[in-house]
């Protein structure tokens, strides 16, 4: 725990190199924190240290941190794959959704989202190069279903999540978060007025801040190497 708080300003030292390379504000780019696999006393450190946001991919686990720490002022961001079993968990514990996809799922969060909650904010998470393992709908057919998300009573469309192939420099690293970016400025011509692009990672932040990320999501890079369970 005790490599979190250092860890933790080396990124936001990226962060800012980055944007002062684009010529960006700091605050023009959120830093969600990826918890997953490390537990409560981990979130707890990089609290301390300043953070507030944090990203989970498993929500059942997440679900625990988020209860055991529920009088701390936390932003949890549901940053995996929503099955229609999990949609209540997701529901009624995040503040954020990145990953939906699909009119279906959207629609049981919206359904199932507590009355005295606010709005739960949402990003629909795209498929940019078409990578045939990947979740996240087509570019093609993305301002339809942030249309339909739009009209949910209690979601709120925040913008667009992709996760690319990880590329094999920064040039090609910016191609791709392009794409995403270009998308994000169509919809907005359309009228959507969306104020989210979550891309970049551990690896490729500073491209993905080069390309207009709003919002990257760092995980290793803030709280060490991932053991996953055998």
């Known amino acids: 725990m005790t490599m979190i708080p250092k860890q933790l300003k080396a990124v936001q030292a990226r962060i800012h190199a980055a944007c002062q390379a684009a010529g960006r504000a700091d605050d023009s780019v959120t830093l969600l924190a990826v918890s997953k696999t490390f537990d409560a006393d981990a979130v707890l450190a990089a609290f301390e240290a300043g953070q ?60 199932q989202r507590p009355a005295h909650l606010s709005a739960l904010q949402v990003c629909i998470q795209v498929n940019v190069d078409g990578g045939p393992t990947k979740s996240g709908v087509t570019p093609e057919d993305a301002l339809a279903l942030v249309q339909a998300v739009k009209a949910l009573p209690r979601l709120q469309v925040r913008g667009l999540m992709c996760i690319p192939e990880l590329a094999t420099d920064c040039v090609a690293a910016c191609a791709l978060f392009k794409r995403a970016r270009d998308l994000f400025d169509a919809l907005n011509a359309e009228g959507l007025t969306l104020d989210t692009l979550s891309m970049g990672m551990s690896a490729d932040l500073e491209a993905a801040i080069a390309s207009g990320s709003t919002m990257v999501r760092v995980g290793s890079a803030i709280f060490g190497a991932r053991h996953y369970p055998a």
């Open 52 to 111: 507030t946001a944090f990203g989970e991919n498993y929500i059942q686990e997440a679900v625990q941190k988020i209860t055991a720490l529920r009088n701390l002022p936390l932003v949890w961001h549901c940053i995996g794959p929503i099955q229609s079993n999990k949609t209540r968990l997701v529901a009624e514990h995040f503040d954020w959704v990145h990953t939906v996809d699909r009119l279906k799922i959207a629609q049981r969060l919206s359904e």
